[in-house]
């Protein structure tokens, strides 16, 4: 796999499991926005925008609002297996 593919792969999978993890710990995106004090707009643009790459700043606030280690929101066996 081309190193590009495998990093936009990833990035879909960021977007997907952040969304994912967020419903199903039942947290709004204002509850995620007060926990992680990510911006609403930061938070939508990490769940739904494919052109968006996050700052690792950004994806560590996200995992500690979500209180998750950054391993969840990536394919956990390629990356922190």
């Known amino acids: 796999m081309q190193k590009e593919d495998y990093i936009e792969k990833q990035l879909m999978i960021m ?8 419903k199903e710990k039942k947290l709004s995106v204002c509850e995620l926005e007060r926990l992680s004090e990510c911006s609403i707009r930061t938070i939508h643009n990490a769940e ?5 790459c996050c700052s690792l700043v950004t994806i560590l606030k996200l995992a500690h609002g979500l209180n998750v280690s950054i391993c969840d929101f990536f394919d956990g066996n390629s990356l922190c297996g």
């Open 15 to 22: 977007r997907a499991n952040i969304r994912k993890i967020r």
């Open 48 to 52: 739904n925008k494919t052109d968006y």
